[in-house]
């Protein structure tokens, strides 16, 4: 499984981005998509992810704000309103397979937010 990011960029305080991730391969091994981050000078570390069937998980700093969602091609979306300086990382996109655990990796895209 092949997965390519796109979406990142700068933005102010308060706006908005939106990012996706296409996985290529064998798609249908894919059970959980989602999206990491990691800050400068921080571990990596959850933002969202969503499982086959649409269960979702949000990382608390992001409730309320990020909106993650998949669609029949396992293209994984981050809609990601309200933005904050802190907000600010590489964003990976992750696919975990089925039966093995595999876990698939995006290249990142940067996002930054500052005024």
């Known amino acids: 499984v092949q997965l390519v990011e796109s979406g990142g960029g700068l933005v102010q305080p308060g706006g908005s981005l939106r990012l996706s991730c296409a996985a290529s391969?064998?798609?249908?091994?894919?059970?959980?998509m989602g999206w990491y981050r990691r800050a400068p000078g921080k571990q990596r570390e959850l933002v969202a992810t969503i499982r086959t069937g649409d269960t979702t998980e949000y990382a608390d700093s992001v409730k309320g704000r990020f909106t993650v969602s998949r669609d029949v091609k396992n293209t994984v979306s981050l809609q990601m309103n309200k933005l904050k300086p802190e907000d600010t990382a590489v964003y990976y996109c992750?696919?975990?397979?089925?039966?093995?655990?595999?876990?698939?990796w995006g290249q990142g895209t940067q996002v930054a937010v500052s005024s």
């Open positions: 391969g064998i798609i249908s091994m894919i059970d959980t």
């Open positions: 992750n696919a975990v397979l089925k039966l093995t655990g595999y876990n698939a």
